[in-house]
């Protein structure tokens, strides 16, 4: 029996929290290499990470060591519910959303729609051996990149954890944006192409 999303995020978040330091360190440390290494990895144009938090793995070691053509960006609360991306460099200015979460200090309908990323990283909360991504229920990367389908990468995604994260399955909805790829600091799994059915996005428990 596939447990119900709401339970098996908290479990699965608790368990991401309790990763000790070095760990964690090692962890993104290794993560960047297999990031590096994906055969579809950009060398030049728009990268996106995420800020991570409540016990994400980090992606500073991948940000640093990013090809000098490529920028590195992050996601910024748009409206109607999706994400856009703004260029981001330690040190540059942040603010903080609505969720917490820091963000770059600008105006949002001036950051990077979805479709001008080359690949995007996206934080994950549990995965499976078939590569199904569960997220934090909120649907911002399912929405934002719903025009996808598996004829028109780029951009590419990238679902990032801890092994720890891997869970038998996952069920999954019409929706959900299927990854290129889910990375940790052990393996890589790649997904086969999809089809994408634009639908609207229905909250998850």
């Known amino acids: 029996m596939i447990p119900d999303r709401a339970s098996l995020r908290s ?10 330091a070095p760990q964690r360190i090692a962890a993104a440390d290794a993560l960047a290499n297999r990031l590096l290494s994906l055969a579809f990895a950009p060398e030049s144009g728009y990268v996106a990470g995420y800020w991570a938090m409540d016990g994400e793995i980090a992606l500073h ?14 996601p910024v ?34 950051a990077l729609a979805p479709e001008a990323m080359s690949m995007v990283v996206m934080p994950l909360v549990g995965f499976d051996g078939a590569g199904r991504r569960l997220g934090m229920g909120g649907g911002w990367y399912d929405r934002s990149f719903a025009f ?50 634009p639908r609207e996005y229905e909250p998850r428990e």
């Open 61 to 74: 070691s991948w940000q640093l060591r990013l090809p000098r053509a490529l920028i590195y960006c992050l």
């Open 11 to 20: 479990g699965l978040r608790s368990q991401r929290r309790a990763i000790p």
């Open 148 to 197: 996808r389908n598996a004829s028109m990468p780029p951009p590419w995604l990238v679902g990032v954890g801890f092994d720890a994260q891997r869970v038998d399955t996952l069920a999954s909805e019409a929706w959900d944006v299927v990854p290129d790829a889910i990375c940790t600091e052990s393996q890589t799994l790649l997904s086969e192409p999809h089809e994408y059915e």
């Open 77 to 110: 609360l748009y409206h109607e519910n999706q994400l856009r991306f703004a260029p981001w460099r330690p040190g540059d200015a942040l603010v903080t959303n609505r969720f917490g979460i820091p963000e770059p200090e600008v105006e949002a309908d001036s």
